[in-house]
């Protein structure tokens, strides 16, 4: 099983930034991607972008793009997800999920809090 933990999350006015990150452990290898997921007060878990273990191919959600940029370190088994022009409605709950021997996202972190104030 494959172990996340994220970091990174804070208070941000709105327009600023923030760098999310999350490190993974255990079973790496088995690793096919890696993504981020936000859960806003009272909604529904919604996809964010999303990264295969490679580098090689990415996605984006309609509200990440030219806003959000999902990057790989290999070394460091983790991923990054950079969030500039920050806006209120990004206030979520950020998760990192990893899909393993496959391509369904099957281990969670716990979470990282992002608040944006306007």
């Known amino acids: 099983q494959v172990q996340l933990v994220e970091s990174g999350g804070g208070l941000v006015q709105a327009g600023g930034s923030l760098r999310l990150s999350c490190a993974a452990s255990?079973?790496?290898?088995?690793?096919?991607?890696m993504g981020w997921f936000r859960q806003a007060p009272g909604k529904e878990r919604e996809f964010v972008a999303r990264i295969t273990w490679s580098g090689d191919n990415i996605l984006y959600t309609d509200i990440a793009k030219g806003r959000f940029t999902i990057s790989r370190d290999n070394a460091k088994n983790a991923v990054s997800l950079q969030m500039n022009s920050l806006k209120a409605e990004d206030t979520a709950v950020y998760y990192c999920a990893a899909a393993e021997a496959g391509w369904a996202f099957s281990s969670w972190g716990q979470g990282t809090r992002v608040t944006v104030s306007s």
């Open positions: 255990g079973r790496t290898f088995s690793i096919t991607q």
